[in-house]
């Protein structure tokens, strides 16, 4: 500003002070955190009812990803997710590990479920292997009712913390015992457990299914099987590992939605004491861990209708805290990869994902199975595919793995999208928090994942029925 005088400059000065003066007080006015209007009263209120929900590997870029998506698919979307208009902040999801500073899914769930911080693997177990209290053992101590509503395996890492202890989250057989001998006050920790995993509850040595049933539980397998249930509590586990991705899904299998409708219509007759529900969209990790784009915007979708419907009960009820949030990204997925040109523009394009009828992992097994390259391509693809895509696929299938042959159409999906993916494994950034309902002020800003066990722990316990 050398041609201005000093005269000038101290005028400048001045307005530019004014104007960021006023920018202040308007702003600290709107936002103040001491006004005492009556959103304000309801957002400290205790509420009677805890969803917790996690979409596990759902970093910001697939969120983006997904919004782009959701507005290609219904071109009148507003191009925002359900959660969206509900963002209080970050966490942090870094493990307390002597080798990892990066989370798995384990540590990042002990920190949320217990708020302490414990090794990668381990299962609401801090160093010297002693079981951490979880706000679930909390709930049923203030006589909640609770329910884990998941599209892994129910054993999986997350449900796995909030209801369990284990050294390692790969002692899935034992964690299954777990939830059928762990209890509090003579009760099962967990009224409701809805997902997949039957393998690690229907086995040889041992059949919890049937001392569930004993227990009282309904015994659910199929979807259809939510019209007959009676009890109130329910074990239902639908296929014997974690669930196919939603579009790949047998008719049998409900999706997240149904499941969440089907634990909420229960949890909420005869609701006395008010309930913890943990929602988990599970296999957004898994298409992360596979690199498989289709498979995560898939995902992304189940998990989108079912929190829909927890915030659709949390509106009606009032009473209801929701919080949602992630645990760690996986793959290291971006949105826009591979020096977008003048001629592809500059872009991350969905339309080549909703083109896809079923997933990559879904078409490679057709093809290891014997199916040929070109049937299968073209029953499942609605775009018309290049030569060198369709030989690199036949490449790809001469190894006879479908693990080689999924890479190779994913990269179809890939190239044609612009996604990126650095890794098969997680990566260690933060993760957004949202939060709707009575308490929701205290999960605010930027906060370690710990503090979510925390502030669970502090609304439980307030509870007038809570007895520990
Ligand atoms: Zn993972």
Known sequence: ?????????????????????????????????????????KQTKTPKNIIFIVGDGMGMPMIKAYRTFKQEKHSSAKGQTVWDPYLVGMQTTHPDDPRDNITDSAAAATAMATGKKTY????AVN??????????????????????????????????????????RKNKEQIADHFFDEKINGEHKVDI??????????????????????????????????KSQSSKQMLGLFQEDELDRAIDRPKHVPTLKDMTQAALTQLNQDNQHGFFMLLEGSTI????????????MSEMEDFEKAVQ?????????????????ADHSTGGFSFGADGMTSETGYKWDPAPILAAKKTPVYMAKKIADGQSVNEVLHTNIDFSLTTEEI????????????????????????QRSFSGWTTFAHTGEDVPVYAYGPGKAAF?????????????????ESSSTYRP
Request: hydrophobic fraction near 40%.
């Open 309 to 325: 419907a927890a915030l659709q009960f949390a509106k009606k009820d009032q009473e209801t805290l929701v919080v949602i949030t």
């Open 127 to 168: 160093h010297e292997k002693e079981p951490l209290r979880s706000v679930v053992e909390a709930a049923k101590e203030a006589r909640m009712k609770t329910a884990f509503v998941v599209s892994s395996d129910i054993t999986d890492a997350t449900p796995a913390a909030f209801g369990t202890h284990n050294v390692s």
């Open 193 to 226: 457990l809805l997902g997949g995993g039957m393998q690690y509850f229907d086995r040889k040595d041992r059949n919890l299914v049937q001392e569930f049933k004993k227990s009282g539980y309904s015994i659910l397998r199929s979807k259809d099987d939510f």
């Open 391 to 414: 030989s690199q696929v036949e490449k790809a299938a001469q190894s006879g793995h479908a693990s080689t042959i999924q890479l190779s159409i994913q990269r179809i999906f890939d």
């Open 120 to 123: 990668n693997n381990a299962i």
């Open 1 to 41: 500003m050398g041609y201005l005088n000093r005269k000038n400059r101290i005028l400048l000065f001045t307005i530019i002070l004014t104007a960021l003066m006023l920018a202040v007080m308007l702003t600290s006015h709107y936002v103040s955190p001491t006004s005492t209007n009556a959103a304000d009263k």
């Open 285 to 296: 990790d898994s298409a992360g861990h596979e690199n498989d784009v289709v498979g995560a």
């Open 444 to 460: 605010q800003g930027w906060i370690d994942n710990t503090k979510q066990g925390k502030n669970l722990f502090q609304i439980i």
